[in-house]
């Protein structure tokens, strides 16, 4: 996956069939679908591949135990399939997760264990396990931070857990690999129009270069998430809004107060949510919030509301109190919900499940959904593309489609951090072997290696120190202050890798620790780190 190989591509192929706007989960999921199907596809993403929502999820690969409970029993039915295909098609990023509601009632558990059977029934055969009324000695057994005060018994379930950025390069991965074609920081700016007021084109910039692009083709999809009325916009300025942004927080704490490999999920907070703490790369995260916003953001920043909502329902639930200061990284995510109808506000108004809309000049936006449907998401866009401009293509693929790097479940070792690259381990590890920098570590608080970021840059398209530190790697969602003590290595190491001058790496490090400090809840100026 290399970034001028696919650049070049853009003047090489005269007409695309589809072009794909928009590299989160559901733009990734479309453009392998058609690709799949034999289509000409080319995927292009204004930022980085997952930049915005598809990095911050809570992640979780779910049927949405909520869901269930407001009786939206298709959507959790359709979600529990997805994520049983996903547990296949991508092993070494999707795994099975027990999770544990403590119940301080002694109706809770009885509750509990009969809604989350109809939600293991629903699973059917892609069932990742049968629910459990535990005691509550069993359940301070597996819980034992959980608050003991009032405590009756806890419900098991299982579900899914996953790490959402890197399972969007794989997908990114295998779309080059099944003849598609990806580019990143590659802006649309305009939609091209023929005599009839038909789509037939995009116009693109590159965000490097600023080279300005004209690209043809027979479909545009518009899969840009919280910014899909920005496209909508440029097809049709009248439109109306399709798209409402809701957002979700989430704070990451040390493993200490967890100190489980079971998750929390925490059924009814105070104002009707749903919380989780979740075991996450040895740390532990907790989230979500759900605020309607006005408008969405790249960078969007976690609300003063937002982040006490969260340390005070950890701190009823956990024995360990979170504070501010325990706070290792804060992320916020914008969910694209489809708008409600004239005049609802509340979220639990807008659909969870997905639309795939058409406009009379032939362009197709898919709105709404979740990561654990973004495969049906996409095939439903296809077919609808295929459908009503008339393309001669076959049924989707995808189902059973092995994504980049999987490999069978029980081949994956937990053990080590390396597990997210699946059947690219052993070249990291020759990597790491082939120079002894490599197998340093980028901080020494964290396992990840110099090997990684290398291969980042020459395999995974990886531009800034952000696509490394907060996407390829992990670090900036797991700990801030570490990210930011890394900044310079990576900076002189991109530098060294694309022959840049050190006044590009001096830039990059000052712009990317500026944008780290969003992730604290208080100023950190960098440490020195030695790799001696």
Same mark, same amino acid.
């Given at each position: 996956?290399?970034?001028?190989?696919?650049?070049?591509?853009?003047?090489?192929?005269?007409?695309?069939?589809?072009?794909?706007?928009?590299?989160?989960?559901?733009?990734?999921?479309?453009?392998?679908?058609?690709?799949?199907?034999?289509? $000409?596809?080319?995927?292009?993403?204004?930022?980085?591949?997952?930049?915005?929502?598809?990095?911050?999820?809570?992640?979780?690969?779910?049927?949405?135990?909520?869901?269930?409970?407001?009786?939206?029993?298709?959507?959790?039915?359709?979600?529990?399939?997805?994520?049983?295909?996903?547990?296949?098609?991508?092993?070494?990023?999707?795994?099975?997760?027990?999770?544990?509601?403590?119940?301080?009632?002694?109706?809770?558990?009885?509750?509990?264990?009969?809604?989350?059977?109809?939600?293991?029934?629903?699973?059917?055969?892609?069932?990742?396990?049968?629910?459990?009324?535990?005691?509550?000695?069993?359940?301070?057994?597996?819980?034992?931070?959980?608050?003991?005060?009032?405590?009756?018994?806890?419900?098991?379930?299982?579900?899914?857990?996953?790490?959402?950025?890197?399972?969007?390069?794989?997908?990114?991965?295998?779309?080059?690999?099944?003849?598609?074609?990806?580019?990143?920081?590659?802006?649309?700016?305009?939609?091209?129009?023929?005599?009839?007021?038909?789509?037939?084109?995009?116009?693109?910039?590159?965000?490097?270069?600023?080279?300005?692009?004209?690209?043809?083709?027979?479909?545009?999809?518009?899969?840009?998430?919280?910014?899909?009325?920005?496209?909508?916009?440029?097809?049709?300025?009248?439109?109306?809004?399709?798209?409402?942004?809701?957002?979700?927080?989430?704070?990451?704490?040390?493993?200490?107060?967890?100190?489980?490999?079971?998750?929390?999920?925490?059924?009814?907070?105070?104002?009707?949510?749903?919380?989780?703490?979740?075991?996450?790369?040895?740390?532990?995260?907790? *989230?979500?919030?759900?605020?309607?916003?006005?408008?969405?953001?790249?960078?969007?920043?976690?609300?003063?509301?937002?982040?006490?909502?969260?340390?005070?329902?950890?701190?009823?639930?956990?024995?360990?109190?979170?504070?501010?200061?325990?706070? $290792?990284?804060?992320?916020?995510?914008?969910?694209?919900?489809?708008?409600?109808?004239?005049?609802?506000?509340?979220?639990?108004?807008?659909?969870?499940?997905?639309?795939?809309?058409?406009?009379?000049?032939?362009?197709?936006?898919?709105?709404?959904?979740?990561?654990?449907?973004?495969?049906?998401?996409?095939?439903?866009?296809?077919?609808?593309?295929?459908?009503?401009?008339?393309?001669?293509?076959?049924?989707?693929?995808?189902?059973?489609?092995?994504?980049?790097?999987?490999?069978?479940?029980?081949?994956?070792?937990?053990?080590?951090?390396?597990?997210?690259? *699946?059947?690219?381990?052993?070249?990291?590890?020759?990597?790491?072997?082939?120079?002894?920098?490599?197998?340093?570590?980028?901080?020494?608080?964290?396992?990840?290696?110099?090997?990684?970021?290398?291969?980042?840059?020459?395999?995974?398209?990886?531009?800034?120190?952000?696509?490394?530190?907060?996407?390829?790697?992990?670090?900036?969602?797991?700990?801030?202050?570490?990210?930011?003590?890394?900044?310079?290595?990576?900076?002189?190491?991109?530098?060294?890798?694309?022959?840049?001058?050190?006044?590009?790496?001096?830039?990059?490090?000052?712009?990317?620790?500026?944008?780290?400090?969003?992730?604290?809840?208080?100023?950190?100026?960098?440490?020195?780190?030695?790799?001696?």
């Amino acid at each position: 996956m290399k970034r001028n190989e696919e650049l070049s591509k853009l003047t090489s192929v005269q007409e695309w069939d589809f072009i794909v706007i928009g590299g989160g989960a559901s733009g990734l999921g479309s453009a392998l679908d058609a690709a799949s199907r034999g289509f $000409k596809t080319l995927l292009l993403e204004s930022h980085d591949f997952a930049k915005a929502t598809s990095s911050r999820s809570t992640k979780l690969v779910h049927g949405g135990v909520r869901y269930l409970a407001q009786g939206d029993v298709g959507l959790v039915k359709e979600a529990l399939k997805e994520r049983g295909l996903l547990a296949q098609n991508a092993a070494h990023v999707v795994k099975n997760q027990s999770f544990i509601i403590p119940n301080y009632t002694w109706w809770g558990g009885i509750y509990y264990k009969i809604g989350l059977s109809v939600y293991d029934f629903l699973a059917g055969k892609l069932s990742l396990g049968k629910t459990k009324y535990i005691s509550k000695a069993k359940t301070i057994e597996k819980l034992p931070t959980i608050e003991q005060h009032n405590l009756a018994s806890g419900v098991v379930y299982q579900d899914g857990q996953f790490d959402d950025a890197r399972l969007a390069i794989n997908l990114s991965q295998t779309l080059i690999e099944k003849g598609g074609s990806a580019v990143n920081y590659m802006k649309v700016t305009g939609l091209l129009k023929n005599d009839s007021g038909k789509i037939n084109g995009v116009k693109a910039e590159d965000q490097f270069s600023n080279q300005q692009y004209e690209l043809r083709t027979k479909a545009v999809i518009n899969a840009t998430g919280v910014f899909t009325n920005d496209i909508l916009n440029m097809n049709n300025p009248k439109h109306g809004k399709f798209v409402v942004p809701s957002q979700g927080i989430h704070l990451v704490l040390d493993k200490s107060f967890l100190k489980s490999d079971d998750a929390i999920m925490i059924p009814k907070t105070s104002d009707g949510r749903v919380l989780f703490v979740v075991p996450w790369h040895d740390r532990a995260l907790v *989230g979500t919030t759900d605020t309607l916003l006005e408008s969405p953001n790249f960078e969007p920043h976690a609300l003063e509301s937002e982040i006490n909502f969260v340390l005070n329902t950890a701190r009823q639930y956990l024995a360990k109190k979170p504070t501010r200061e325990d706070v $290792k990284s804060m992320f916020a995510g914008l969910r694209p919900l489809a708008a409600p109808k004239e005049g609802g506000k509340n979220t639990k108004e807008v659909s969870r499940s997905h639309k795939v809309i058409t406009s009379d000049t032939g362009l197709v936006s898919i709105i709404g959904g979740k990561w654990t449907t973004y495969r049906k998401m996409a095939q439903d866009t296809v077919d609808k593309a295929v459908e009503i401009l008339h393309l001669n293509g076959g049924p989707s693929q995808t189902e059973n489609m092995s994504i980049h790097g999987n490999i069978k479940a029980e081949l994956v070792d937990r053990t080590s951090h390396l597990y997210v690259y *699946g059947s690219d381990i052993p070249a990291i590890k020759a990597l790491q072997n082939s120079d002894p920098q490599y197998s340093k570590k980028i901080h020494p608080d964290h396992a990840f290696t110099i090997a990684e970021a290398v291969w980042a840059i020459r395999h995974e398209m990886a531009e800034t120190i952000e696509d490394i530190l907060a996407r390829r790697v992990r670090l900036l969602f797991l700990d801030a202050r570490a990210a930011i003590d890394s900044a310079h290595t990576i900076a002189q190491l991109i530098a060294k890798e694309k022959g840049y001058s050190q006044e590009w790496a001096n830039d990059q490090e000052k712009e990317f620790i500026e944008l780290a400090q969003g992730y604290l809840l208080t100023p950190y100026s960098p440490k020195t780190i030695t790799h001696n």
